[in-house]
């Protein structure tokens, strides 16, 4: 029998700062992507690789970007607000900031990453919801990927 779940109540958080920091769920996140994990391969082929084939290792690593569409909330402050703790604080004034996400499993297991946002961009169409399309580029290692 499949182990599989259903993704409702996944929780994107965002980090205020602080010493200890607190985190808050960004408010209705409706719909989460990423990361987007790679490993940059390296080639080392030379002119006595076996039977011509290309040979590589690994480079580097890149945690990669989280996309997550919400329903924009224009007085949100985990959306809009003027100080840490908001998407649009942390994309206007360039600052790395740290997140977690929390999957709905039994146990809450919990991914957490460091993070520009690159992008945020409302959306308001005359027949939909009013949106915003929200980037998150992770810099770093995030940690409790691997159990």
Sequence with gaps: MSEGMAAYGTLLSI???GT???FQAIAEVNSLSGPGLSLDPIEIT????????KEFVGGLLDGGEITADLNFLPTETTQVGDAAGSLLYA???RAVTNFTITW????STEWAFAALVTAFEPSAPVDDKLGASVT?????APTGLLV
């Design 91 to 93: 994309l206007t004034t």
């Design 15 to 17: 980090g205020d700062g």
């Design 20 to 22: 200890p920091e607190a």
């Design 136 to 140: 998150l580029k992770l810099t770093g």
């Design 104 to 107: 709905p499993d039994t146990s």
């Design 46 to 53: 030379h002119h006595e690789s076996p039977d011509a084939w």
